[in-house]
């Protein structure tokens, strides 16, 4: 195996002074998540100092440790480098990694207010069956997240895909320096963290600011569906950005639908994309996940890569845990069918999660059940904008809907008497009520925002499996 980081040069890298005769092929910021033969990131956040857990790292089986001081209570003879600021030596090592790799390198950086992480993804299982592929693990897409994705990057790096979220302006800007993508992909804009910004305009300026870190022969593949689709192409000619790209149902779209049928769990897609005719199934159901899959296209297309092997291979993406993930439960002498999307939510996810209850049909005798929690950082208009919700439920078709929290109480509240519905302040109070109401036929969601806490109702629901082994992916 080629080291990721010898002491030398990543002591060069970040200018520190390095102890020891190692090498990491990994880097890591979190103790608990050491991997042989990591480099640890001593970093000092707002809730935790990790030089705390230098020992415990260096046990875990670390090959070194980033320091910006060192602790009588170490061991005289730790491997280790010596910095001023180990925030800004991740830094230094994410610049140094973004420098070393080839010249055929593709940078792609995602962002938008939903969907980067399922478009990252997406990205990242198409693109390493043509090359070598990193991107970023999971959602670390912020000021730790994303050096510490682009630091664990090898010289030798065909693809590389990393996510960049905010929320709050300016964000964006500093990611998108260090990254300096190639391409820029924005998948939408939509009412997410306005607890921070003023206006929809705000935020989509704040994403906008990917293309600040990028170099005037960069690409920006925009949503030609999104009604602030003109004012992100604006910023990208402002930017003197060599190619913009659009992706939509549009005509004008240089990724576009020409047809499309949506299935239960997947969808069949005919499109355009760039003057290439393309037939293709997707994985993963519902209308967001197809627009989506075309800025996947462009992404490769504009990357180097084979457009139909891409294409071709998205019949095998799944959706991700938390994020619309299907599973087949076996129950009381039938099965129900659960839908995982307790990761997050916003208005527009919350509605696209409804068309996709709406696009499965419950068995004999079953109902379609939406479990909702909270959407959290909507600022002052936050229930009105949980009450909205009401018509979606209904014409989505939704028989139950069983709500917890505070803004949720405006929703339940809003609905119409053709829905059944449950109220409580938190989804403890909530989980009896939701257990004792599937039974087997049914199709339930499950969505809120991570800090509703709707995860431990999903766990729940999974366990009423009586297979007793992990539930059954649809």
Known sequence: MIPLWNHSEAAQACNGAAKGNWI????????????????????????????????????????????SEIRSE??????????????????????????????????????????????????????????????????????????????????DTVYGILELGMNHAGEIRALSKIL????????????????????????????????????????AILNRENPYFDRLQSRAIEKKLNSIISFGDHADAEARVIDCKLGASFSDIQADICGESITYRLGVPGKHWVLNSLAVLAGVKVAGGEVAEAAFALADINALKGRGEQRLITYDGGTFTLIDESYNASPVSMRAAFQVLKNTTPAQNGRRIAVLGD?????????????????????????????????????????????????????????????????????????????????????????????????NAV
């Open 24 to 67: 990491a092929h990994g880097v890591s910021i979190d103790s608990r998540a050491i991997s042989q033969d990591d480099l640890f990131v001593a970093i000092k956040g707002p809730n935790a100092d990790g030089h705390d857990y230098v020992k415990s790292a260096l046990n875990a089986g670390a090959a070194a440790a980033m320091v």
């Open 74 to 155: 170490w061991p005289t003879n730790i491997p280790h480098i010596l910095v001023n600021d180990t925030d800004k030596g991740l830094n230094a090592l994410a610049h140094c990694a973004r420098d070393r790799i080839t010249k055929r390198a593709s940078i792609l950086g995602v962002t938008g207010s939903v969907g980067k992480t399922g478009t990252k993804e997406a990205l990242r299982h198409v693109l390493s069956q043509q090359g070598s592929t990193i991107a970023t693990q999971g959602n670390l897409n912020n000021q730790w997240g994303l050096p510490l994705s682009l630091a664990r990057m090898p010289a």
């Open 180 to 219: 300096r993508p190639h391409i820029a992909i924005i998948t939408t804009i939509e009412p997410v963290h306005t607890e921070f910004f003023d206006s929809i305009e705000d935020i989509a300026d704040a994403k906008a600011e990917i293309f600040d870190g990028m170099a005037s022969d960069g690409i």
């Open 375 to 471: 959407m959290l950082e909507l600022g002052t208009e936050a229930d009105a904008i949980h009450a909205a919700l009401a018509k979606d439920i209904s014409s989505a078709g939704i028989d139950i809907a069983i709500l917890a929290g505070n803004h949720m109480a405006a929703l339940y509240t809003a609905l119409p008497k053709s829905v059944a519905a449950e109220h409580d302040i938190t989804s403890d109070n909530i989980l009896p009520v939701v257990i004792n109401t599937v039974r087997p036929g049914d199709v339930v969601t499950v969505k809120g925002s991570l800090g509703s806490r709707m995860a431990p109702i999903t766990a729940a629901l999974a366990a009423l499996d009586e297979t007793r082994g992990a539930a």
